[in-house]
């Protein structure tokens, strides 16, 4: 576990050790910066200024990135638990120790493979006792140690060795997987884990605490990618409590850790990180772990539900990604102020709708209002476009037109500038991307948590770049200057100002010079990508026409009033403080971090290209035309959507044909009408569940 002796130690509490730990942490945090767009930070003024923290963060869904976030926004020097195994490698042993990581042995990598394989003869009569085919289990194994199944199915402690080919667990393996396959008439593999002393480990987390430093841990045990926390494990609270045991007057504080991501595997995405209450250690329970044997358990264990519901205060958790989908989109539809809400305030009013969604999901008005959101997110999908742009499209085609090619040249002027920068790291964004792909369908083979394994995607992104970046524009460099000492006849008259630099010289310019072309494409690329969002939706009211795109605006405002309302009308009756904790007041300190000169430029640029398009705005008029909808008659929340059927139909319409389909004068004769839930006479429901006549423009007949 210890270093090896050819390793510099840097364990000791130096002034040496925290120069280096500072270093690293500045040189990581740039470069994890770098990936992201924007990373929010909540809360982070209850994070006590002094005193032993452990920071118990979920979910982990990143693994080499979580930690490297915290290390961003803690305000404290925070140190890690690292497998033992990882700090026996070279590199990342080497950034471990700088890093003061404090490393901890874990049976799976101390795991071998056993001979043979064991099956269970009788689970009912002799649950514990194991048979062995080809085994030798007098050699191998010892009383201690532990037996695991493949893809952690299941493991057991040996409790008595009677034979080579019989054992008997001290413990009943009474997992599904387990019994699967262990009940096989062949048997299974298995793997035999010594048992480890974990004591070594336990004396650095105290010594560390007694200093007054900060530990971070992932509770979960690893990373994965789904939309709940997995179930926490008790080292956290095992810590805790004995180093409070140890030293009463510790004073140590638990800080659950929020990490929510806005697609965690992309680059230049965001993520957000929540600081909850701290958490002190009650004084009865330190007494109970005192006690040991059951009463030590006790302990760890209501210490345990006291962080898991301190970590659900600043988490996302949904049984699944279509309740979070769902979730979201509500977030999206409802209007708790006429401003834009930052990342923070999103996340925080996520968090409360799917505590509210939890209690109020089986309300008759709740199901309809699902369904009608489920409907417009089917729609939206059909037009191709997000919720966020369906604004654009309460224009004309007049002012949908001026901006289309308003935003196309501005496409054109930020490709050309980004267009070099791009071609220089098309390899970097192929191999990252398949090695990243490659290494998430190996983990997700591994793992039985995991559902897409793009929990590890993040990480091999940054990795192999870290690599392959700084190689490849040192061979752009090298070439460079190869290409100025050998210049053809045709060159020689632009690089003749630079023949007599040394060729060193002419290395570092490029250098510089590639790098600058990559930040000039990382800055306008970003905008680009922006605008070539905004385009599709311009381009649907140019075909359409503002009369078909209106249902879709209308179906968008009515369906916001009502989450609206209903929302204002149950929210107290969750949170008492509703009316005075409103997103816009209480919901944290709101800082956001950016990569501040990047983010500066592209927003003085976008600010530019605003500016234009207000100006064509008051050419063409004051403002756009907003249509005045029917009052909606009836009962609240009377809605007829189009079936799900009617949008698999609609889905089968080719765009060639749903761009050329004959009028309706000519539908009679040349072919067959598809009809929208609509009436014998041809009337078609309208966004408020009233019938509106059917388009005259043929938009849904088939010919």
């Not at 979201?328 to 209007?335: P, S």
Request: aromatic share 8%.
């Amino acid at each position: 576990m210890s270093p090896k002796n050819d390793a510099p130690d840097w364990t000791e509490d130096t002034a040496q050790n925290f120069l280096i730990y500072d270093l690293f942490r500045a040189f990581w945090t740039r470069i994890v910066g770098l990936f992201f767009r924007e990373v929010a930070v909540r809360n982070s003024h209850l994070i006590p200024k002094s005193g032993p923290i452990i920071f118990v963060v979920a979910p982990h869904h990143n693994q080499f990135v979580d930690p490297i976030i915290l290390l961003m926004h803690a305000s404290r020097r925070v140190y890690y638990l690292a497998a033992a195994a990882s700090m026996r490698r070279k590199f990342i042993g080497f950034y471990g120790r700088c890093l003061r990581g404090i490393p901890v042995e874990r049976q799976q990598d101390l795991a071998k493979s056993g001979a043979g394989k064991i099956r269970l003869d009788d689970r009912y009569a002799e649950p514990t006792l194991i048979t062995g085919i080809n085994t030798r289990f007098t050699e191998q194994l010892k009383v201690g140690m532990k037996i695991l199944l493949p893809k952690n199915a299941g493991q057991a402690r040996v409790d008595e060795i009677i034979s080579d080919t019989q054992l008997r667990t001290s413990n009943e393996m009474k997992e599904l997987e387990a019994l699967e396959a262990l009940t096989q008439s062949e048997g299974t593999p298995y793997k035999i884990a010594p048992h480890i002393d974990q004591d070594e480990m336990y004396r650095a987390v105290y010594q560390r605490l007694n200093n007054g430093e900060c530990i971070g841990i992932f509770p979960e045990g690893g990373s994965h990618d789904r939309t709940e926390m997995l179930p926490l494990k008790a080292g956290a609270t095992i810590m805790a409590l004995g180093a409070t045991a140890a030293n009463p007057e510790l004073g140590l504080k638990i800080v659950p850790t929020g990490l929510n991501y806005f697609h965690p595997s992309k680059f230049r995405s965001r993520a957000v990180i929540d600081f909850g209450q701290p958490i002190d250690i009650p004084a009865d329970l330190v007494e109970k772990y005192r006690q040991g044997g059951d009463a030590k358990r006790q302990a760890c264990n209501e210490l345990l539900e006291v962080v898991t519901d301190g970590l659900k205060q600043v988490t996302l958790n949904t049984p699944d990604y279509e309740t979070l989908k769902l979730i979201q989109a509500g977030r999206r539809l409802y209007q708790p102020t006429q401003h834009s809400l930052t990342m923070a305030q999103q996340v925080e009013l996520t968090r409360r709708f799917i505590k509210g969604y939890n209690v109020y999901r089986d309300l008759p008005e709740v199901k309809e209002l699902r369904d009608r959101v489920e409907d417009y997110n089917m729609q939206l999908r059909y037009y191709g476009i997000r919720d966020h742009q369906v604004e654009t499209m309460q224009i004309g085609r007049a002012q949908a037109g001026a901006l289309f090619l308003w935003r196309l040249l501005w496409l054109l002027i930020m490709g050309l500038v980004a267009l070099p920068g791009i071609v220089l790291n098309i390899p970097v964004f192929i191999v990252t991307g398949v090695v990243s792909k490659r290494k998430a369908k190996a983990a997700l083979a591994a793992s039985t948590v995991k559902v897409r394994a793009r929990d590890v995607i993040a990480t091999w992104k940054i990795l192999i770049a870290l690599v392959l970046v700084p190689l490849l524009y040192s061979v752009y460099s090298v070439l460079a200057a190869v290409f100025v000492r050998r210049a053809p006849v045709w060159a020689q008259p632009y690089t003749a100002s630079v023949m007599g630099w040394p060729s060193f010289a002419i290395y570092l310019c490029s250098w510089a010079l590639v790098s600058l072309m990559s930040y000039t494409a990382l800055v306008f690329g970003e905008q680009a990508i922006d605008i070539v969002k905004s385009i599709r939706p311009l381009f649907l009211t140019l075909i359409l026409g503002q009369e078909h795109t209106d249902l879709l605006v209308a179906q968008r405002e009515d369906l916001s009033n009502d989450i609206t309302e209903l929302v204002n009308e149950l929210g107290p009756k969750i949170y008492p403080e509703f009316s005075t904790t409103r997103v816009q007041d209480h919901l944290g300190d709101d800082k956001t971090t950016h990569s501040s000169i990047i983010n500066e430029s592209a927003d003085a640029f976008h600010r530019k290209m605003r500016l234009g398009e207000q100006a064509i705005r008051q050419r063409i008029g004051n403002s756009a035309r907003k249509t005045k909808y029917p009052t909606r008659s009836g009962p609240k929340y009377k809605f007829n959507p189009p079936t799900p059927s009617t949008m698999d139909q609609l889905n089968s319409i080719s765009p060639l044909e749903f761009l050329i389909s004959p009028s309706t004068e000519d539908a009679g004769t040349s072919g067959r009408k598809l009809r929208l839930n609509g009436d014998s006479q041809g009337n078609v429901p309208s966004a408020t569940g009233t019938s509106t006549p059917e388009p005259q423009k043929g938009l849904f007949d088939i010919s």
